[in-house]
């Protein structure tokens, strides 16, 4: 599956591990285009990645929510794969869970190459309350996002469309798709999405 990535010239075939940030000052330099990928804790952010890029071990999956405690960094073609810390019920203590979301929002709010998030959801459990203030604070910072409903397969044919259209309408104005790593659900809806925003080379 890379390989056939790779050959078609994509550039999240070719992705491969940068850097785990713990902290602002440990970020690669702002000078290219980078995609972030949000989510509550235990959303799939780390299966979306491998899926998207066609990779088995790309990014660690864990079935403890919270595992991801740093911002890590992958570059892709011209460009970056970001994939921030889980928000909601991570594990761990108020004083790491505080200090990951400083660093999260410094990021979001100081980052010049972000050209949007993907913000995935659990299609079983959208739209949660951690999920509306993440889409109020970059709507407040004019953040594109673009939405993944994972574990679309966890659902039948009926509750995935009803919830499918019931999450478009309640954000109009960012894209929202059904999404399933390992049912290969969405996965070139995705891609499209995420590779237009990597070739976006206009600096901010």
Same mark, same amino acid.
């Not at 979306?48 to 892709?76: D, H, M």
């Not at 409903?149 to 894209?175: I, S, Y």
């Given at each position: 599956?890379?390989?056939? @990535?790779?050959?078609?010239?994509?550039?999240?075939?070719g992705?491969?591990f940068?850097?785990?940030?713990? $902290?602002?000052?440990?970020?690669?330099?702002d000078d290219?285009?980078?995609?972030?990928?949000?989510?509550?804790?235990n959303?799939?952010?780390?299966?979306?990645l491998?899926t998207?890029?066609?990779?088995?071990?790309?990014?660690?999956t864990?079935?403890?929510?919270?595992?991801? @405690?740093?911002i890590?960094?992958?570059?892709?073609?011209d460009? $970056?794969? !970001?994939?921030?810390?889980?928000?909601?019920?991570?594990?761990?203590?108020?004083k790491? $869970?505080?200090?990951? @979301?400083?660093?999260?929002?410094g990021?979001l709010a100081?980052?010049?190459?972000?050209?949007?998030? !993907?913000?995935l959801?659990?299609?079983?459990?959208?739209l949660?309350?951690?999920d509306r203030?993440? =889409?109020?604070?970059?709507?407040?910072r004019?953040?594109?996002?673009?939405?993944?409903?994972?574990k679309?397969?966890?659902?039948?044919?009926?509750?995935r469309?009803?919830? =499918?259209?019931?999450?478009? $309408?309640?954000?109009?104005?960012?894209?929202?798709?059904?999404?399933?790593?390992?049912?290969?659900?969405?996965?070139?809806e995705?891609r499209?999405r995420?590779?237009?925003? =990597?070739?976006d080379?206009?600096?901010?």
């Amino acid at each position: 599956m890379q390989d056939e @990535q790779a050959r078609s010239g994509r550039p999240l075939a070719g992705a491969t591990f940068i850097a785990s940030a713990p $902290r602002a000052g440990a970020f690669p330099p702002d000078d290219r285009p980078e995609v972030a990928f949000a989510g509550r804790s235990n959303a799939g952010k780390s299966s979306a990645l491998n899926t998207l890029c066609g990779q088995r071990k790309l990014a660690r999956t864990s079935k403890t929510p919270g595992r991801t @405690q740093a911002i890590n960094f992958f570059a892709a073609g011209d460009g $970056r794969l !970001v994939d921030l810390p889980g928000y909601g019920f991570a594990r761990v203590p108020p004083k790491v $869970r505080a200090a990951w @979301q400083g660093l999260v929002e410094g990021y979001l709010a100081r980052r010049a190459g972000l050209r949007g998030v !993907v913000l995935l959801m659990d299609a079983r459990h959208p739209l949660t309350t951690f999920d509306r203030q993440l =889409l109020d604070w970059g709507a407040a910072r004019s953040l594109p996002f673009h939405v993944l409903l994972t574990k679309a397969d966890k659902l039948g044919h009926g509750a995935r469309t009803a919830t =499918l259209r019931d999450v478009a $309408r309640a954000l109009p104005e960012h894209g929202v798709q059904l999404f399933s790593a390992t049912h290969r659900i969405g996965l070139d809806e995705a891609r499209a999405r995420i590779e237009a925003w =990597l070739e976006d080379n206009d600096c901010k």
